[in-house]
């Protein structure tokens, strides 16, 4: 035991977890971030909890993924009469667990099993609560054998898996696995796979096809900071074997309480292609209306490679006709700069050569080959994006847009219209009409995407951090009445 830990244990209050607080702080998240090693604050537990005992009793509880035993320990005093069986494959972890079961004399209480979850053999347990923060480890660090097994065990279950899958979609099939009747499974995770492409396995499995069904469905609001070392919005899922049809509870974890927002029937629960907008207590989608997809394409800005080499200053002595104005910086979007030649005056420029330096004149053909010389001093021919290009110095910029939006921020998107004509760099979305589009019509739509976008159209990370990829961009939804021109 190090000394911080025992110092951690000496002066913390009682009923805390002063152990593994020490660990986390001990332990920079990215080196536990390969056992996804992340404590639960202990108000989600107890609201975890809370919810369990509105359920009819557990005979057993299982804590998958113990930890310091935070559930396992909240499960052993909250329900005295169930028998708490701890699982922790990390030697470290399961030795603080071992230590702090001894220190408040619980040992008896709860029995820990140091194993592999994935292929743990539990004993005969009655009916069980499977409970716990499942390890959050992204695919690229999972052994290919265990991808197999996911892959092979999902398509036993009619499912086709994608190998993206975290160890914590492990967790859930391997829970769904073990659950017999009356089983249930309550697990905080993050909400990425309520959403996503690997996430259809999940929703899948749990979306009512077979015996295991969701049962309540909690996502954490954007502000609420569930885990302040991992930037991940997170979700409190709870499903049971047997129960039939019975509708689904979904809500929202805010001001560290689970608020209720609707009952779903499973059919809505099946017809919908993101679960996010489920909770949310807004209303789902606007019915009807036009993608945005079908009215724009929606575009990716240009990569430079080495922004601080090809990216110049309006002061730079570079001859205007070897670059263009950009929106280089999401700021610049928000603050409309595309709107007006003086706000364009204010723009950065990317240095946009041709293929064929040798046909340009002079003396723009010497500033071309002086700028090339600078570039390559700064490395820029050596960027993975310059390297995969021909030439190397040829950027490319997009044509500019109709319109332009921000797509990662801690607020909605913005979306800005492009009266001046200027191209823009990766920090941003360009919009291209698909046929011509009126100016009064364009300026309609977008604001009306400025008014009624929120954070979760997109894909929210903790601390209310959202992205939007150009797919989410182009779901968006604009009422018909919009897109008529008027006379
Ligand atoms: C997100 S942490 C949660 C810890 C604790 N349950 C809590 O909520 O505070 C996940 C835990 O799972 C453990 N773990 C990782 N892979 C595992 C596996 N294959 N089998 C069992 N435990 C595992 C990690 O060591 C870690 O302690």
Known sequence: MSQTLLQAELFAPAGHDPLGEAY?????PEERRASGITLTPQWLVQRMLDLAATRDGFDTVVDCGAGSGRFAIAAALRFPHARVIAVEAHPEMAALLRRRLRDEALSHRVELLEADYRQAGLPARG??????????????????????????????????ASQLAGLHAQFMLRTVELMRDGDAMLF?????????????AVRDLLGGAGDVALRSLWLAAPDESVFPDALVSSVVVEAQRGG???????????????????????????????????????????????????????TRGQVTG????????????????????????????????????????????????????????????????????????????????????????????????????????RRPPVFRANPQRVSFLNIAHGLYPRAPMAEVVLSRILQHLNTTTDLYSGRVYGGGLAKFEPSDIARLRVPRELLESVA
């Not at 986390?24 to 920079?28: G, S, T």
């Not at 209303?283 to 209306?289: H, L, R, T, V």
């Open 244 to 298: 039939g049809d019975a509708a689904v509870q979904t809500g929202m974890i805010a001001g560290r309480a689970l608020h209720p927002v609707r009952r779903l029937d499973r059919a809505s629960l099946r017809a919908a292609q993101r679960w996010t907008p489920l909770c949310r207590e807004q209303p789902i989608a606007i019915s009807g209306g036009a993608e945005l997809g079908e009215l724009f394409r929606i």
């Open 127 to 160: 009916r069980t609560l499977f409970v716990g923060n499942p390890p959050y480890v992204r695919h690229h660090d999972l052994e290919p054998q265990w991808k197999e097994w996911y892959r092979r065990t999902m398509a036993a279950h009619g499912i086709v």
């Open 306 to 409: 080495l922004n601080s080499a090809w990216v110049v200053k309006p002061e730079d002595a570079m001859p205007a006709t070897l670059t263009v104005p950009a929106i280089t910086r999401a700021r610049e979007i928000i603050d409309d700069l595309a709107a007006t030649r003086e706000g364009v005056a204010r723009l950065a420029r990317v240095v946009d050569l041709p293929s064929d330096l040798d046909a340009l004149a002079s003396p723009e053909r010497e500033a071309a080959l002086r700028f090339v010389d600078r570039a390559r001093a700064l490395g820029a021919d050596r960027s993975y994006i310059a390297r995969h290009r021909t030439p190397w110095y040829r950027v490319g910029m997009r044509e500019p847009p109709a319109a332009f939006v921000s797509y990662m921020g």
């Open 188 to 200: 905080v995770t993050a909400a990425e796979w309520l959403d996503n492409g690997y996430g259809q």
């Open 24 to 28: 986390a702080r001990a332990h920079l």
